[in-house]
């Protein structure tokens, strides 16, 4: 299975983020069910982070100009193939 990708900054905006999941919003369109590869780019006070989720929610919230913006949840992984990791309290 290919992994998809994206680049906080670039693909998607975080609007949120948990210890077991991160809330996006960008223009990409990710498929709920499948893992993704989200790329955070290095700043100056962390390097570049790479985790694998797998896509829980996404859904088109509102048009931009010309084109739809997403936004959902994905669970962070325990594996590159997609095992979410359990929400909190479970």
Not at 12 to 30: K, M, N
Request: hydrophobic residues 40%; proline residues 10%; aromatic residues 4%.
């Amino acid at each position: 299975m290919t992994l998809g990708r994206v680049q906080v900054g670039r693909d998607v905006s975080v609007l949120a983020e948990e210890d077991d999941l991160i809330l996006l919003e960008g223009p990409c369109r990710l498929r709920p069910g499948h893992p993704v590869v989200i790329v955070s780019p290095a700043s100056d006070d962390r390097p570049m982070l790479i985790r694998t989720a797998l896509v829980w929610t996404w859904t088109m919230v509102r048009r931009g100009s010309g084109r739809p913006v997403y936004e959902g949840t994905c669970r962070w992984s325990l594996s590159a193939m997609g095992t979410p990791v359990p929400p909190a309290g479970d």
